[in-house]
């Protein structure tokens, strides 16, 4: 009984082929074209172990897009934040309000006597959403600004409006010491400039300042109290920066009565377009025109034991500013025409950097009634320039040809003998010169 011998082993050489063949996979172009034209001996045979594993599959293919997007950003793609998600009060449309503040829920807490007031004032302000916009523009939405006490006095008789500062209460506080140093400012509106500001002292470190100041405008006629309005407004003094402003009160003086005293206790606002206010007549003409150069108090008698005629310039009042730094140096020259020679020019002194100068100076002319009803008396008002030509800002005749109030006020300076008269005058372009030399 012969035994057939087993079959010859496979050579190592078939056998590492046969074994790179089955752990590392063809290339995948390559699998195709040489699947046809490999050789039957280097397919695997049946004779391989149960325990030799398949082939694994083909690697998936990845762009090089993938291939960054993966490793730069690994997780989902977030929403870049907006400057709006942190200041809700710049969105434009719609949004969940930002949750109150500490001193709102206190203050539902005081008045409503129950805790979650915070909610409360949220669904108050989604369902006005408008008025929750006009609460935001402002840093101070629930702020109180204060209170101011006044009071008005008009003297027709003197063309005089007295205003008494009293104090001021319950202030904002402006500094970082939580305190503030407060002053009144004072305008006629409309119009509104240097001429006519008036302003209290300044009081330090307080919030309940005591003033008890009076101030008086000059030159202010019966027209000027039905069209003018008063603005007082409160600011804290700083040296090292700008002045801040806290808040205003405005008073229409049309309401005041000639002679009355009367006494006002106002909150203060913040009133916005104030320029506009200050700038609505500027263009209505001629009249604003003469306003804006401003008044001059004169007082005229006649001195019949003496025979000479005594011109007193008290005051000017809300003068144009012919500067630089928005002040004048006004002085005043008066001539009595026709020429007289030198007794007949005369000039007050210089007052320097004011608009509302003060001059109390009198002069005299030594002329015949018969001759003074013939004259005319030549004002003019100047602003002094050193080494330059001085600037003309307004002037006024009084005599014979004048007309209206200035025409009044001569005829009554020769009617009543021995008797002061004063007027206020309005100062205009009239005898204006050509040019003027130092003098």
């Not at 506080?173 to 407060?182: E, H, Q, R, V, Y």
């Amino acid at each position: 009984m012969s035994v057939s011998k087993p079959p010859p082993a496979p050579s190592s050489s078939s056998s590492s082929s046969s074994s790179s063949h089955l752990t590392i996979p063809p290339p995948p172009l390559s699998t195709s074209a040489t699947g046809s034209s490999t050789s039957p001996s280097l397919s695997p045979s049946p004779s391989v172990t149960p325990h030799s594993s398949a082939p694994p599959p083909s690697p998936v293919k990845i762009s090089m897009q993938e291939h960054f997007a993966i490793n730069v950003c690994p997780g989902p793609i977030l929403p870049i934040p907006q400057i709006s998600d942190f200041f809700p009060r710049f969105h434009d449309y719609p949004c969940t309000p930002p949750p109150p503040r500490e001193k709102k829920i206190l203050k539902e807490e005081t008045f409503n006597g129950e805790v979650g007031g915070g909610d409360k004032d949220k669904d108050r302000r989604g369902e006005n959403d408008g008025e929750r916009g006009e609460l935001q523009d402002s840093d101070d939405e629930d702020t109180y600004l204060g209170t101011l006490e006044f009071s008005l006095h008009f003297d027709e008789e003197n063309n005089c409006l007295h205003c008494t500062i009293h104090k001021a209460k319950g202030l904002k506080a402006m500094d970082s010491n939580g305190l503030a140093d407060p002053y009144v400012k004072l305008h006629l509106l409309p119009g509104a400039s240097k001429a006519n500001k008036l302003r209290t002292k300044t009081l330090k470190n307080t919030l309940n300042p005591v003033w008890n100041e009076t101030l008086v405008y000059h030159g202010i006629t019966a027209a000027d109290m039905t069209t003018k309005t008063l603005r007082l407004c409160v600011c804290d003094m700083d040296r090292l920066g700008r002045n801040e402003f806290i808040g205003e009160v405005r008073v229409a003086l049309k309401k005041l009565k000639e002679g009355e005293n009367k006494r006002y206790n106002m909150g203060l606002e913040r009133i916005a377009q104030n320029k506009e206010a200050n700038n609505q007549t500027v263009e209505s003409g001629a009249p604003v025109a003469e306003e804006e150069r401003g008044r001059i108090l004169v007082s005229l008698c006649y001195n019949t034991e003496k025979g000479t005629l005594l011109v007193g310039i008290i005051r000017c009042a809300h003068l144009a500013a012919m500067d630089s730094n928005g002040y004048s140096d006004p002085f005043v020259k008066i001539m009595l025409q026709p020429d007289m020679g030198k007794k007949s020019k005369y000039k007050t002194t210089v007052k320097k950097k004011t608009l509302n100068p003060e001059f109390n100076e009198e002069f005299s002319y030594e002329v015949s009634l018969d001759q003074l009803a013939k004259k005319t008396l030549e004002i003019s008002v100047w602003d002094y320039d050193l080494g330059m030509s001085n600037d003309f800002i307004g002037g006024v005749e009084l005599g014979i040809k004048a007309s209206g109030q200035r025409l009044r006020h001569w005829f009554e300076c020769l009617k009543n003998k021995g008797k002061k008269v004063e007027y206020w005058h309005t100062l205009t372009q009239q005898g204006a010169p050509s040019s003027d030399k130092p003098d």
